[in-house]
């Protein structure tokens, strides 16, 4: 009998993965999966707004460009249809109504900046900035029609605005020189309060006080009757005769020398014709008669008020005080002396002087029986001098002197020279 052998077959070894193997499988699951994530996510705001995007106050994220544009117009309407902006100043009451200011807002381009917020750089980039965004804030900008304000504002100041009254002299019924009261005017910064409203609409959304009570400002007059007190005397005068002028000269004159009659020069100030008078027209009451221009005599409103400055001009002359602005006619008046005239045109020809003097003047005017007298009063300390002003024809030249008087002296001083017209 034999031995029957059996051979079992080998068994067949199992194979391991390697560790590393099986990590890479993770790695690349989960990048896969990671990627689908970033994707999806990427993809869910790819028309729409990125997390943490706000506009002023309001949220835009997940938003397409027309929902957050709808969502601000509708904000913002609701906001300025609601809101007015009142004044309170003197005891009155006064509003601007936001809905009536048309205020425009940068809407659209706001919107896109926002839209545009991690919109940039690879799918990476992209995602970060959804899921671990920085909060980002725009803030609108607007315009608006200011005509409404600047009515208002001009209202305002039209109210509540008054005058300053300055001293001044008077004649009483005796015909003594008596000194009135000044008195306070007031006013208002409507440039402060301007910015305060403008402050105001540019907050509209975030004010919560749109109430603006200015503060009156008081305003001293100019002139006190403390300063005045100085005048106690007549200082100088000349008088100018219009007998020949006709009913419009005449009235010229009238007019003008009214309104340099009762005006105070304060110690420093210029005193200008043309600023003092005002224009010459019908308006202002002048009449059409002859005045100079281009070397001829011809029609023209006003013709006669150079009587009134030249009337003054001498006045002026028989003080210290010289002149800053004076013009010579072209052709000769006939109512002064060569040398001795001072023509103006509004806007064109003034004549001024300077107070040089440490006490105010007060300037008088009074016309009847047609002549005209100008009187300057001050200090009777100016009186301790005399003035004499002598024009000194030479062919065709006119020297004016000065020739002053103090006590027992005397001196003679050239003023000017004019030609001979």
């Not at 609601?82 to 509003?95: A, D, E, H, R």
């Not at 007059?221 to 020949?244: A, C, E, H, Q, R």
Request: with cysteine.
């Amino acid at each position: 009998m034999g031995l029957d052998v059996v051979i079992e077959p080998e068994k067949q070894k199992k194979k391991k993965l390697k560790p590393a193997k099986i990590i890479a499988g993770v790695v690349g699951l989960l990048v896969v999966v990671q990627g689908i994530i970033m994707y999806s996510t990427v993809s869910k705001y790819e028309t729409k707004i990125y997390p943490k995007v706000w506009i002023e106050d309001i949220n835009l994220s997940g938003q397409t460009k027309a929902e957050a544009t709808k969502a601000i117009i509708q904000k913002h309407n609701n906001i300025i249809a609601k809101k007015n902006i009142t004044i309170k100043v003197n005891g009155k009451q006064y509003t601007i109504d936001a809905s009536k200011l048309e205020m425009k807002y940068n809407y659209s381009a706001i919107v896109d900046k926002a839209y545009a917020i991690g919109k940039q750089g690879n799918i990476l980039q992209k995602y970060f900035a959804i899921a671990s965004p920085g909060k980002k804030k725009f803030v609108l900008s607007h315009s608006y029609n200011y005509g409404p304000v600047d009515t208002v504002l001009k209202n305002i100041v039209k109210d509540v605005s008054k005058k300053a009254i300055n001293a001044t002299i008077i004649r009483n019924n005796s015909g003594a020189l008596v000194v009135t009261k000044e008195a306070n005017g007031r006013s208002i910064d409507s440039a402060s309060l301007k910015k305060d409203i403008q402050s105001k609409i540019n907050n509209l959304d975030s004010e919560e006080n749109l109430l603006s009570q200015p503060k009156l400002i008081s305003v001293a007059p100019k002139v006190k009757g403390s300063d005045l007190t100085g005048i106690n005397t007549v200082i100088s005068s000349y008088t100018t005769n219009f007998g020949t002028s006709n009913y419009n000269r005449s009235t010229n004159i009238i007019i003008a020398s009214s309104k340099v009659n009762g005006h105070v020069v304060m110690p420093g100030e210029i005193f200008s014709f043309n600023d003092v008078v005002g224009a010459r027209s019908i308006a202002n009451g002048y009449k059409m008669s002859i005045g100079i221009i281009n070397n001829q005599d011809v029609p023209d409103i006003g013709g006669g008020t150079c009587q009134v400055s030249t009337t003054l001009y001498n006045a002026m002359l028989r003080t210290d005080i010289v002149s800053r602005e004076r013009y010579a006619h072209t052709l000769r008046s006939t109512y002064i002396g060569r040398g001795l005239d001072a023509t103006v045109a509004y806007g064109l020809l003034d004549y001024r002087f300077k107070n040089t003097y440490s006490y105010p003047i007060y300037i008088e005017s009074s016309s009847q029986n047609k002549t005209l007298t100008f009187s300057i009063y001050s200090n009777a300390a100016l009186n301790n001098k005399h003035y004499e002003i002598i024009n000194d024809v030479v062919g065709s030249h006119v020297h004016v002197y000065r020739i002053t008087t103090s006590g027992n002296q005397t001196s003679r001083v050239l003023l000017y020279t004019d030609s001979v017209v």
